[in-house]
């Protein structure tokens, strides 16, 4: 594999090298509308002549490939179509000016819901830019990591096709299932949840905006007040015709997992030592470790396994994306077909594949109709090993198996042993760990694969009624079946455990999800000023259905099908469930001369999820803007270009976190099929009172452009996000049953600041251009009334509590006191902060300032470019947010000293006067619930460097190839930290999740470390 990457990195200096003369280079510019300066999105740019083009993102950016001497045209509806030569320089940029004699022909009103060009602030952006930069993974999400202000992004799992933990300002709700709340993703219109990113294709993706203003969440009702990610897909670009081919090939390792496991002499002398460990009070042996002679540590020694090298491979990353667009006058159509799969890294496993196909077109039929359509047909498959805390996890298995142990079992001459089908049998000794099973035989005795196809689209039509006033009706829906199968083949060892000759789980999934809008809108300028006004209505649903089918005992490992069980069991049930929403919207907008700007919102929305009698709820909200750049006495002040104040206030209602059917007191029977069971209440009882979570947000903001050419960018807001009446489950007296019902209780607090800068270092016209970014998000957290004295939450290893005046989740522990030198005793504080050595869960406390929320986050890097190099980086960082490394803890615990230990285990008390050490070790071992292994995960990593390379058509002559950019990547090539392990903590592991996202670490899919090599290729 070596060999093959130097063979592939010399071929492309090579190729760099021989075309390096190549005069074709990058133009760059933005483009802004004349009449008020604002950027705009959408131009179409075309090379004249050529079939190259592309549009500006959501900044008015764009960059295209272009000789000097060619002619750019510049076209954009209602605009002036405008042509620019190339000359010289690398940089085109002006301000457009509107068509006087198409804007008499007709208004074009649009939709409400686009991103206005005026909304600087609450707005985050990736345009094309950025996203070349990051090569995506499997799933969109991980690409936002450190390059938003204001959201943050924690990796889950890093598992192949898994999504990441995206959090917006801070959003969290003390009843959600993991404390912190997920933003809605929406797909050209189409709302998608967080499992539905791996089915986007990062290479249709035109550009990406977090919505974190009021203003502008508030449209999406009770969906959009955790914040919204709109993501916006690659169109055909008018009067340009084009094909695209983008493959990548990469290779992946496990990054380092920062932790120091013993080799085998380690191991070996730390059993030994523990085996002499005597009880102080009886003089007694503990009975841990084990006894061995200088000789049998030397003969025992000279196996050393590395289980990661056993588990473990180097996986492959494969893409090979198409896409073919063309534009006309008053049609443009793009189609898209796209393969990608990642192998991960564990042997056993193919990991994720996707194949994709997208097809677009919007179509301007004649002066008073548009429409528009985005279908995208996804079929996915996905094996994952078990992600668990015990011996069936590979990741615990790597680091709990002893080391002195081999792969598979041998003779007393050392021979492998074989089975009757002449192969090794896997070591099952009961000194391999302390459950004596080999991981191995989970991964080959079991089949299970996870298979979706998904659909999902949208389709509009706006009919302009008269000038300015029109009507527009979209749909937009996704439809998921999910099929999953688990066989535990009846040959594994693991049959014997659980007593059984074979097991097999299917379940299948139906979702259709689709949302319906319809808006009136009314658009008209006169003279300065400028106004518009809307009324929308909105219907969502969301229907699925379940089935599960357990079964047991098979005739062999190959023939599985549930026909063929012994017996099917009584669990085996099926399910269906359906969620309503409607809301009715209305939005006005003004503006007078390009400087100053109103908009105002009311939003009337039900729910199915609110209790019965309690199942609307109005919000509304306004927003206040102020261009001071455009005022005359600004012309004097030559270093600012552009300065905008802002300032909103709004409500919305969250639903998100009421379960289906929880405002109905239903009854269950239990769920066992045949079992004769009576029908009795189920544990929660319907409030019919119960209604949403109540947001309310500020955001004031400022953004500016500054020095010649606009060379400092960037904006800064406060915020302030208020949640009311959030959700608790209350206990019900035992007298009346101890069952429970959901109330709205409390009221919590987010404040923080955003800071987003761009600075372009250089911009030499003749080649060398660098522009450093960076953005920074401080938060602070606080929950400001509680109707109950407090709630404790258990997750594993500890406990969390919300209680007034404290940061949410703040962490509820017995506080650690180190060792008594004299006896290694363990000592903490009691509650009242006194010394003891004896331990009682009594004496937990809440530790104040220290929870799994991060203080502060975000990233910074560079973008660099040289006649036809390009080159990126760039960092993300977290600060202030800590973690309960259950790992470590369990790492260094001599009560399970069957398995591997770290190296620090061994500096454990073992006379007095010792300090600086481990507790002196006992029979019960490290006590969990303590402060002892609460960590620090404040991290900086380096996520991507990126050197890319593009030859332009004069290179290709004659082949219809345009352009050809290549690259080589490398991502997470380091992380600084003082945990002990990998600080980015998602769930902790996806079969034992943390109660609260980011609280505890236990092993899990290791972070990877990749090198990716690519071609983009345009025709």
Do not use: C
Request: net charge negative.
């Amino acid at each position: 594999m070596k060999l093959k990457l130097t063979w592939l990195l010399t071929l492309f200096m090579a190729f760099v090298m021989q075309f390096s003369f190549a005069q074709e280079k990058t133009i760059t510019g933005t483009i802004t509308a004349a009449s008020d300066g604002l950027p705009l999105p959408g131009v179409n740019v075309v090379v004249k002549g050529t079939a190259r083009g592309t549009q500006t993102d959501f900044d008015g950016k764009y960059s295209i490939n272009a000789n000097q001497g060619d002619v750019l045209v510049f076209s954009y509806v209602g605009f002036e179509t405008t042509e620019k030569t190339v000359g010289a320089g690398n940089t085109i940029t002006f301000a457009i000016a509107e068509d006087a004699e198409a804007l008499d022909e007709v208004v074009v009103v649009g939709s409400v819901f686009d991103v206005g060009k005026q909304k600087a602030n609450g707005v985050s952006t990736m345009g094309a830019n950025e996203l070349k930069a990051v090569v995506a993974t499997s799933s969109i999400d991980r690409a936002m990591q450190g390059q938003m202000s204001g959201v943050n992004v924690v990796a889950s799992s890093t598992a192949p096709g898994s999504a990441a933990n995206v959090n917006v300002r801070g959003a969290f709700s003390p009843s959600s299932n993991n404390g912190l709340q997920n933003p809605l993703y929406v797909v050209d219109g189409t709302y998608m949840n967080v499992a539905d990113l791996p089915a986007i294709n990062s290479n249709n993706i035109e550009s990406m905006e977090v919505l974190t203003d009021a203003s502008q969440t508030a449209l999406y009702g009770s969906r959009g007040s955790n914040g919204v990610v709109i993501i916006t897909t690659k169109k055909g670009v008018k009067g340009s015709s084009r094909i695209t081919l983008n493959t990548r090939y990469g290779v992946s390792d496990r990054f380092p997992i920062r932790v120091d496991l013993m080799n085998s002499r380690q191991k070996l002398e730390y059993e030994n030592g523990l085996s002499q460990v005597t009880n102080p009070a009886t003089g007694n042996l503990l009975g841990l470790g084990r006894s061995y002679t200088d000789a049998e540590i030397d003969q025992l020694s000279e196996i050393d396994t590395d289980w990661g090298d056993v588990l473990y491979k180097t996986g492959v990353t494969e893409s090979y994306n198409f896409a073919i667009s063309s534009g006309s006058e008053n049609s443009s159509t793009r189609f898209s077909l796209g393969y990608d799969s990642d192998e991960g890294i564990v042997n056993g496993y193919e990991g994720f594949q996707r194949i994709s196909a997208a097809i677009s077109n919007t179509t301007k039929v004649n002066k008073w109709l548009n429409y528009g359509y985005t279908v995208n047909g996804v079929y996915t498959t996905r094996d994952d090993p078990r992600d668990r805390q015990n011996v069936q996890s590979p990741f615990w298995s790597e680091i709990n198996n002893n080391p002195y142990e081999q792969l598979f079992q041998v003779d007393a001459n050392g021979d492998q042993i074989l089975d009757e089908f002449g192969d090794p049998i896997f070591n099952i000794s009961g000194r391999l760990n302390s459950f004596g099973y080999q991981v191995l035989d989970e991964i080959f005795g079991t089949d299970q694969e996870v298979r979706n196809l998904r659909i999902f689209g949208n389709a509009f039509a706006e009919i302009t009624i008269t000038d300015g006033l029109s009507i527009r009706s979209q749909f937009g829906g996704i439809y998921d079946r999910r099929q999953s199968e688990n066989f535990l083949k009846p040959s594994a060892r693991l049959n014997t455990f659980i007593g059984t000759s074979g097991l097999k789980t299917d379940t299948s999934t139906d979702d259709f999800d689709y949302n319906w809008r319809n808006e009136l809108s009314y658009a008209k300028e006169f003279g300065k000023h400028s106004v518009r006004a809307t009324f929308a209505s909105e219907f969502q649903d969301e229907n699925n259905y379940f089935i599960n089918l357990n079964s047991r005992t098979f005739p062999n490992d190959f023939q599985d099908t549930q026909n063929l069980a012994g017996s099917i069991d009584q669990d085996s049930f099926t399910q269906r469930t359906r969620i309503s929403r409607f809301g009715i919207l209305g939005v006005a907008n003004y503006s007078y001369d390009g400087k100053y700007f109103l908009d105002a919102y009311v939003r009337r929305d039900g729910s199915s999820l609110a209790g019965l009698e309690n199942q609307y709820g109005t919000f509304y909200g306004a927003s206040l803007a102020w261009d001071i750049g455009k005022e005359s006495f600004m012309d004097s002040v030559d270093w600012i270009n552009s300065l905008r104040l802002s300032g909103s206030y709004g409500t919305s209602g969250d639903d998100s976190v009421l379960a289906v059917y929880s405002n109905f007191t239903s009854v269950t029977t239990g769920g066992i099929y045949g079992a004769g069971s009576p029908a009795i209440p189920n544990a929660a009882i319907a409030n019919p009172n119960v209604t949403w979570e109540n947001n309310e947000k500020i955001n004031l903001g400022l953004s500016f452009e500054l020095l010649q050419g606009s060379r400092l960018r960037g904006k800064i807001d406060w915020f302030q996000d208020t949640r009311k009446d959030f959700l608790f489950q209350d206990t019900l007296p035992f007298e009346s049953g101890a069952y429970n019902t959901t109330n709205n209780e409390g009221d919590s607090r987010v404040t923080g600041v955003e800071i987003d800068l761009n600075y372009d270092v250089f911009r030499n016209p003749e080649g060398f251009n660098l522009t450093v970014f960076g953005n920074t998000t401080f938060l602070k957290y606080e929950i400001t009334t509680l109707a109950v004295d407090e709630q404790i939450t258990n997750f594993s290893g500890g406990q969390s509590i919300l209680r007034e005046g404290l940061e949410p989740f703040t962490y509820f522990m017995v506080r650690y006191a180190g060792v008594n030198p004299a006896n290694g005793d363990a000592l903490y504080l009691d509650a009242d902060g006194n010394i003891t050595n004896v331990f009682s869960a009594q004496n937990a406390v809440a530790i104040k300032d220290k929870s799994p929320l991060p203080e502060m986050f975000g990233g910074f890097g560079l973008r660099a470019s040289y006649k036809g190099f390009d080159l990126s980086s760039n960092f993300n960082f977290s600060y202030g947010n800590y973690v309960f490394n259950q790992q470590s803890s369990s790492l260094h615990d001599p009560s399970n000293w069957r398995n591997n230990k770290v190296v620090g285990a061994a500096n454990y008390w073992q006379q007095p006067g010792d300090t600086n050490v481990l507790q002196r070790p006992t029979v019960n071992g490290i006590e969990t619930g303590t402060t002892q292994f609460l960590q620090d995960a404040s991290y900086l990593a380096w996520r991507n460097l990126t050197l890319g390379y593009t030859f332009g058509d004069n290179v290709f002559e004659n082949t219809g190839i345009s352009s050809v950019r290549t690259y080589v990547q490398l991502q997470n090539l380091a992380i600084w930290s003082e945990f002990d392990g990998n600080p980015e903590v998602g769930v902790g592991s996806s079969e034992n999740a943390a109660t609260v996202s980011n609280s505890v670490y236990i092993n899990n899919y290791p972070q990877l470390r990749s090198l990716n090599f690519g071609f983009d290729i345009n025709f």
